[in-house]
Nanobody, 120 residues
Framework: QVQLVESGGGSVQPGGSLRLSCAASGRIIFSINVMGWYRQPPGKQRELVATISNDNSTNYVDSVKGRFTISRDNAKNTVYLEMNSLKLEDTAVYYC?????????????WGQGTQVTVSS
């Protein structure tokens, strides 16, 4: 119903930058309410990084505020995560998420994940 394909991960030194992209496709993408990025560091649980709603309101976890920027290009059905001033603790697999609200039910769709490694 919704397919998400991430790209842009890689290895970078501390202080560097990366830009992640998430392309959405599928016959019901018009009904997506919120797009977001989550990450799962090694040995830890998946955590929210940033979200962007249909009205372009954004939300960030405190640890990335001022360093990461989430944005969207509706014409391309693509969401981006611009990551600057990367730190060692940003190392994780980053997952794109699409969320739909249908009455009282939440539907979540996930991409396959892209590895981001920050190391010196």
């Amino acid at each position: 119903q919704v397919q998400l394909v991430e790209s842009g991960g890689g290895s970078v030194q501390p202080g560097g930058s990366l830009r992640l992209s998430c392309a959405a496709s599928g016959r019901i993408i018009f009904s997506i309410n919120v797009m977001g990025w989550y990450r799962q560091p090694p040995g830890k649980q998946r955590e929210l990084v940033a979200t962007i709603s249909n009205d372009n309101s954004t939300n960030y976890v405190d640890s990335v505020k001022g360093r990461f920027t989430i944005s969207r290009d509706n014409a391309k059905n693509t969401v981006y995560l611009e990551m600057n001033s990367l730190k060692l603790e940003d190392t994780a697999v980053y997952y794109c998420n699409a969320r739909r609200y249908v009455t009282n039910i939440i539907y979540d769709y996930w991409g396959q994940g892209t590895q981001v490694t920050v190391s010196s």
